[in-house]
């Protein structure tokens, strides 16, 4: 029996080799959506403003549109004197002309008159009657206005393909008119969770033995967060044939007598991304590899990682369809599924700029063993700037909902001793 | 015409003064929501586990439960031998006892039986005969196990009120069969634009000095990311009286014949948190400020913050509705938006915690001039590790889409010297 121990793993990759070697060629369809809806989709290509953006030459203070030529050697004990020729109107176009000599009020955000190439603030002028202004400052030319293209010129780049529109890029969107975006559709996730002790989490009264399917509603909400749209395939017992069966059917977008599928995410009806939630024991591991090595070309990818915690993790292609095998223990399957599955269902969406992470520098207030080759992820709780790293089961889950981020020891360490500087990732 | 300026801004305050002093009573009511649509809503109560959680002893290795006492001294070269009772199964009750001198099979997750303290690694162990194991090396208590009450004691708070529910909460409530959660109601944010050059960005064709509304999209969406459901009132022109019965319409979720509303944000139907965009000339903030000043008590906190850009902000309360008076310039707008506004939002909407923003240490590639008791937010594109300053119209919204984050220069400080050490807030 200790043989089967050893043979558990027949691949093992680094969590390097996993991150460059694993890139699925899968991409999600493009679709277009209205602009309102459009936080956080990647677009599908770049977007251009059709015209020069904000289109016309616009006051950016109140005060007078002048030949900047007029008041050339102004000051308060010398002015100049221009006659006001009129008032350029908010949202209309300019109905006078600011000829040689002569000035137009105006107000922040109205459009500049013909032939004035500055705006003087009104602070730099008196009116000693309602027809003429004294100058008391000159006025450098583009002083106190933005020209017609200095927000975008016609045909730049206001989006790049693959980064998830900001707020502020659906505004750019919406100055130039482009109330339609195309995206890269949300990538369909499928979650498959095995294990013949898992019940529903709407189970009221649990048989000793028996735990609720913790992962599955906290893998949904990481799919989420990466782009995607979850979908449940259900709870499937620790045996082939039923694995078999759902994992074909889920790919297949078919429907599968042995899946019990309750709660309230909808049911998988095809997939871009398959998820399995692993049963724990040795033997069920062995039977997913097995199930998912049954099911097409080109197959398992990798079957263990050296990663901790997460070292049960299969990685595997069915015709297209990346599949992503996780470790039993909800904590192990959630550190996977951040590092490895977010990065899978961003990639088959389209998006080539992650957000950035939040993150704080921070020092350790305990050593934290590992071994040389393998990434090992740390939860810690944070205080101050000390962070506490926090070891247990990974069995776990309470170990996640305390902490407040994790430390790396990065692949070619052996180890971090207590008062290392780290950067802690922190959850959001 | 100088004094209107010098009057423009009434009872200017600083942004700490905002921060400590502008804090709106008013909470959004509570609903209770499936656990699978809970990921970032905030909850309104402690949420406890009703049981212990795992809820029964666990292996968390595949081997042999046992009691410990019966392996101390066991060695490869003088092994302890067990009678082996039988095999724990996955999800069911435990059906043999661990008696002295006894073993009992059991795989990762399974439950421990009864008079077993500690799980032996099968690696650890030797099957001379089926019904007999060798063990090879001692086992001591708790070993190879997870405690009934390991992950959760019964009672134990899973999730804090206040705190918005992360991907890991949302597995530990499922664990412990918390599928509805009780959280505060999204907070209802009413946008409304105003001034007589704004067109919506459906707008095919513009009229010169026309420009499309691009701060509402952008609103919204950071309305989103704070957590509330933002809706649109339309697009009001620069008159006291149009705006006054917006403003009281959308207060009140009345009717109004004067808004424009166009696009695929809903129509605002009463709301928690008012957003006035408003019109850019200093007569236009006036007028906004007027109409708000007529609406009701406690009314104006302040209008106009010691911020660059974003100094014409208003802050103000209208009947328990907290109004925030944005400025003209777009990229203004989203800046106070950004600081105060998402703020008020998550107060309103009961979270005490927002989540952690990313952020980078970074070098000033050149000087940031400010003035003492003002705060000072300058985008900046990061390169390696310098931030370079992005300077221009605070009309410009391409200079928050060509940003990386910003930079703050703090309100004690006269500027930041090129070179200085600065925190940049990056947008995601």
Known sequence: MTARGQREFFTVKTVSEAMSGFRPARRTPVETIALDDALGRVPAESIATPHALPGFGRATVDGFAVRAADTYGASEGLPSYLDLAGEARMGRPPEEEVRPGTAVAIATGAPLPPGADAVLKIEYTQSPTPELIEVLRPATPGEGMVRADEDAAPGAELTRPGRPLRPQDLGMLAAAGITDVPVHARPRVAIISTGDELVAASTTELAPGQVRDSSAPALAALIREAGGEPSFGGIVPDDREALTNTLAATLRKGSDPFRRVEGSLPESDGCDVLVVSAGSSVGARDETAAAIASLGEPGIWC?????????????????????????????????????????????????????????????LTRDLPSAAGRLDIVQVRMSGEDAEPLFGSSSLLSILTTADGYAVVPEAATGLAAGTEVEVILYR
């Open 303 to 363: 079957h263990g990682l050296s990663l901790k915690p997460g070292k049960p993790t299969l990685l595997a292609d069915v015709g297209g369809v990346p599949v992503i095998g996780l470790p039993g223990n909800p904590r192990s399957a959630l550190v996977v599924f951040r590092l490895i599955g977010m990065r899978i269902v961003r990639i088959v969406g389209g998006c080539t700029e992650a957000p950035p992470e939040p993150t704080v520098q921070a020092r």
